[in-house]
């Protein structure tokens, strides 16, 4: 059993809380923020955690085997670097750390220590991600062309990061998980129209290397809620709409053949329509899937299927995405 620590009981660190809590995987827990009434709200509603307010003796406590971070993304780096000298398995929300740098630092601590290292991409543990996996993987929809994901709202807009690094984890980690490669080239523009100097509206090109190409669209400035990812293959095409309540994935039998002409002439198009299929999906919450994840590798020494290597590929892509979209702010083409 896995003896844990978490840190951050803001937004996201409740959560975790209320997922390990009942897991028979669980050792018991110690929670930690610096604000005192988080902290009793939780302990209060968890009887026979422990609970403390300083960072320092989740470290010195040698009964914790691994620490979980939910804190602002630029506390991720420091305290899951402590967490790993320590020798403490370590959990991080995405993303996984502000810079490329600091995110190989993390994957070459943990596994100098042997320890886990996993990043909080929990798309990939939710079931309409997993089956439209499988389905690629089957071969259904034929050679893959492009993929297009648009990911916009009205809000919530940062104060520290741009909207890439706010919503484009999400986005690059589907991507990532469903082609199995990182992209080779990573192009974005876009505006900062609120806040000056964070961008709150961003266009994403990649190419990956076996010439797939994927666009995503993200923005805090939409009059609707979008969470829509389009997969065009050969053969047939796959969307999948994360704000449907009940057929998220549908596959349409829709394509075009290319007719070589018996004689010389031009070429002929034939578009074929068939049937729209909405495939059966498990039904369980992907952030109990992605803590049992984490606590079994632990127990097992295997690798969590978002890995830290996983979440520096995601950072990796993010940093150069970003870097692209403020190069065309300040050359006037994001305008």
């Keep these: 059993m896995v003896r844990t620590g978490i840190v951050g009981l803001g937004y996201w660190g409740p959560n975790l809380v209320r997922n390990i809590y009942p897991s028979r995987r669980s050792g018991g827990m110690v929670i930690c923020d610096r604000d005192e009434t988080r902290l009793r709200r939780t302990l209060d509603r968890y009887p026979g955690i422990g609970g403390t307010t300083s960072f320092d003796d989740l470290i010195a406590d040698p009964s914790i085997d691994a620490i979980l971070v939910a804190t602002e993304v630029m506390a991720h780096y420091p305290l899951a670097k402590a967490a790993l000298e320590a020798g403490k398995h370590v959990f991080v929300e995405k993303p996984f750390a502000s810079s490329v740098a600091e995110a190989e630092e993390l994957v070459d601590l943990g596994q100098r220590h042997g320890l886990v290292t996993m990043v909080g991409h929990t798309f990939i543990y939710s079931p309409p991600i997993i089956k439209a996996r499988e389905i690629l993987q089957s071969g259904e929809l034929g050679d893959l062309y492009f993929i297009t994901s648009t990911r916009v709202n009205l ?34 523009f876009g505006c900062d129209y609120v806040l000056k100097g964070i961008p709150d509206v961003a266009f994403v090109n990649l190419r990956f290397p076996d010439g797939m190409i994927a666009n995503v669209q993200l923005s805090w400035l939409s009059p609707s ?12 095409m796959l969307v999948y709409d994360d704000t449907e309540p009940d057929e998220k994935i549908k596959i349409y039998d829709k394509r075009v053949d290319v007719i070589e002409p018996a004689s ?15 495939p059966r999906l498990d039904t369980f919450e992907p952030l109990a899937a992605e803590m049992e994840d984490f606590l079994r590798c632990i127990e097992t020494g295997s690798e969590p299927r978002s890995s830290g290597k996983d ?12 870097a692209s979209l403020l190069a065309s702010i300040g050359s006037g083409e994001g305008a």
């Design 311 to 322: 979440g520096l590929a995601v950072v990796r892509a993010l940093e150069k995405a970003d």
């Design 225 to 236: 809620k979008l969470r829509r990812t389009v997969i065009v293959g050969s053969r047939k």
């Design 264 to 278: 010389f002439g031009e070429y002929q198009l034939a578009y074929r329509t068939g049937d729209i299929v909405s």
């Design 155 to 188: 809000g919530l807009h940062q104060k520290d990061v741009s909207v890439i690094w706010d919503l484009a984890p999400h986005d690059f980690s589907m991507l990532f998980y469903w082609v199995g490669q990182e992209p080779m080239t990573v192009q974005a």
